[in-house]
C-alpha cells in the first residue's frame, strides 16, 4: 500500500461526515460528477413512491393541502436557507435556475431605478446566464457589459443597473468574493444578483451577512434533489415589497384563488413564485435535504471536508500523474477555490471517457478540462486516492 493510500485510511477514519455516505445509493464507482448530478438519497425512492401512491393516487386533490403541496415551494425554500445563510422567508423553490435567472435579473433591473441602464454579467459565465442576460438587457432597455468578475469592480458606475455574477465557476472551480463584489456592487448603487448553484451545499455562502440582494441556484447539484430538480430564488426581505417579477404568474397572487383578471403581488418571498409547482420532483428535494438533518451535518463541516478532499486531490495528482501531463485550473488558495477540482488536459475528452470506464466518473467541459467535483458528504479520502492513481494510469 502506498503512502497516499494509508493517509487515505486515515482521513477516512478520522473524518466526522464519513457516516453520511450510508444515506446514499453508491456502488464501487468513485462518483465525481456531484457537481453536476448529485448522488442518489436512499431515503427519496420511498417518499417519491408516497407522493404518487397515496398522496396523488389516494388523497388527490385533497393533497394541495392535506400534503402540503400548496405551500412547499416557500416550506422548501425556508428548508434550503440556513445552507445559503438566509433567514426564513426570503427563498421559494421552483422552476429551473434559467428562468430564476430570468425574474432575478429583469426584477434587479426594475429595483435599480430610473437612469441606470446597464446590465454587468460575468464574460466567463455559465452560457445560460449570459443568454438570459443578454435579452433581459433587450426587453428592459439596458446594454449588456460582459466582463470577467475581477474587471467588475473597474466597470461600475452611475449607470449600473444590475450585476450577474457566478459564486463558483462551473468550469475552473475558482470561488469569487462574494463579500467584497457584492460591497463594491452596492457602492455603485447597483443591485447584485448570484448565482449558487455551484457553490450553495458546497461551502458557506452568507447571503443575509453580505447584503446580497437576489440570488437564484439549482438543486441537483450539491444539494442532490435529483435530475431537473427545481431551482430557487432568494429576494433579501428589505427587497420584497418593491420585487417586481416579470412573470407574475398566478402562484405568486395575493390571493391565487380570487381568480382575479387584475394582479395583484403577494407579500414576501411568495412572488417569486409563477405557476403550479413540479411537485414530484419538489418533494423528492424535500426527502433529499433530509440528510443535512444529521448529527453534525453542517455547511461548514461540510466546507471543511471540501477543502481537505481537494487539498488530498490536488497532492495525489501531483504524486501520480506524470509532470507537464495535465495542468491545474483550479486556484490553491482556500479563499478561491470551490468543491471541485479542473485539470487541463490536451485529450481531455478521451481521458475522461477511460477513467469512466475504470470506474472513476467526472466529466469533461469543452475543450480541454477534466472536472473532479467533491460532495462531501458522500466522497471519502480512499475514493480521491483511487481516482488520482487512476488518473495517473490512463495519462501515463
Ligand atoms: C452556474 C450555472 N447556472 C445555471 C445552470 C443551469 O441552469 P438550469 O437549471 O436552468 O439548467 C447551471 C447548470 O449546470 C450552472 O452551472
Redesign the pocket.
Known amino acids: 500500500m502506498s503512502e497516499l493510500a494509508r493517509r487515505a485510511e486515515k482521513l477516512d477514519a478520522a473524518d466526522e461526515l464519513a457516516g453520511v455516505r450510508a444515506q446514499f445509493v453508491l456502488d464501487d464507482v468513485v462518483y465525481l460528477d456531484g457537481n453536476?448530478l448529485g448522488a442518489l438519497p436512499a431515503s427519496v425512492p420511498g417518499r417519491v413512491e408516497d407522493v404518487v401512491r397515496r398522496q396523488w393516487g389516494e388523497l388527490r386533490i385533497r393533497s394541495w393541502d392535506e400534503s402540503g403541496w400548496w405551500t412547499a415551494p416557500e416550506r422548501i425554500g425556508d428548508r434550503i436557507a440556513p445552507l445559503v445563510g438566509a433567514a426564513a422567508g426570503q427563498i421559494v423553490v421552483g422552476d429551473?435556475?434559467?428562468?430564476n435567472?430570468f425574474k432575478a435579473l429583469v426584477g434587479a433591473v426594475r429595483l435599480a431605478g430610473e437612469g441606470r441602464d446597464e446590465i454587468v454579467v460575468d464574460a466567463t459565465?455559465?452560457p445560460?446566464?449570459g443568454y438570459i442576460a443578454e435579452s433581459a438587457a433587450r426587453m428592459t432597455g439596458c446594454t449588456l457589459r460582459p466582463v470577467t468578475p475581477a474587471e467588475v469592480p473597474g466597470v461600475l458606475g452611475d449607470r449600473t443597473a444590475a450585476v450577474l455574477l457566478?459564486h463558483v465557476d462551473?468550469r475552473t472551480g475558482r470561488l469569487h468574493d462574494l463579500p467584497a463584489l457584492t460591497a463594491a456592487v452596492h457602492a455603485a448603487g447597483a443591485v447584485a444578483v448570484w448565482?449558487l448553484?455551484?457553490s450553495a451545499g458546497a461551502l458557506p455562502v452568507g447571503l443575509d451577512e453580505h447584503g446580497v440582494d437576489l440570488a437564484v441556484g439549482?438543486t441537483y447539484?450539491y444539494l442532490n434533489g435529483g435530475p431537473g430538480s427545481p431551482?430557487y430564488l432568494y429576494v433579501r426581505r428589505e427587497l420584497q415589497d418593491r420585487f417586481d417579477s416579470p412573470l407574475p404568474g398566478w402562484n405568486s397572487h395575493a390571493e391565487p384563488f380570487g381568480m382575479r383578471p387584475a394582479y395583484e403581488p403577494a407579500a414576501g418571498a411568495l412572488r417569486g413564485r409563477v405557476g403550479t409547482p413540479d411537485i414530484l420532483s419538489m418533494l423528492a428535494l424535500e426527502a433529499a435535504l433530509e440528510v443535512w438533518d444529521g448529527d453534525g451535518v453542517s455547511i461548514e463541516a461540510v466546507r471543511a471536508k471540501s477543502l481537505a478532499l481537494t487539498d488530498f486531490f490536488l497532492e495525489c495528482v501531483t504524486s501520480y500523474v506524470p509532470a507537464g501531463r495535465v495542468e491545474t485550473v483550479t486556484p490553491v488558495a482556500h479563499a478561491e477555490r470551490g468543491s471541485q477540482v479542473a485539470l487541463r488536459c490536451a485529450d481531455a475528452g478521451d481521458v475522461m471517457k477511460r477513467l469512466i470506464e475504470r470506474g472513476v466518473v467526472g466529466d469533461f467541459r469543452h475543450p480541454d478540462v477534466l472536472r473532479f467535483g467533491f460532495t462531501p458528504l458522500y466522497v471519502g479520502f480512499g475514493d480521491v486516492e483511487r481516482a488520482a492513481r487512476v488518473l495517473g494510469d490512463v495519462v501515463r
Open positions: 453536476s429551473s435556475t434559467s428562468v435567472v459565465t455559465f445560460t446566464d457566478n462551473y448565482d448553484c455551484h439549482c447539484k431551482a
